[in-house]
């Protein structure tokens, strides 16, 4: 049986159809988290509760500004409590008053977690 692998493409900082925390990157980062782990737990993935490191083999994030990419790296950091494999890209994104998005590879149903990362190993 093939695993499945859900993947979720957040737009930080829109609760239904309003953009939020209008000039707050990490703010609209962890929006997006909450958003993240909404969809996997509605989906069943495994892990309801645990943290979303454990939950997620990818992020991708697209930054707006590339100044304000360790902001939203340390408010990743805090959202997902340990590191998750990501790249970073600065881009346009889908809103003028957005900052950041996300994109999220949830772990597919019976993956093992992947290994810890190195001591001192960061997201970036």
Known sequence: MTPVIRQWHGRAG???HHSVHIGDPARQ???TMANIA???DSAGADGTGRPLAERLDLL???AR????IDVISRAVERCTCDPVPTPWLQAEVCRRDLLV???AVGRGPG?????P????KGVK
């Open 38 to 40: 909404a969809f996997l």
């Open 101 to 103: 998005e996300i994109e």
């Open 65 to 68: 500004f590339p100044e304000q």
């Open 60 to 62: 991708r994030v697209y």
């Open 111 to 115: 993956r093992r977690p992947r290994p």
């Open 117 to 120: 990362p190195p001591p001192g």
């Open 14 to 16: 829109i609760v239904g």
């Open 29 to 31: 980062n962890e929006e």
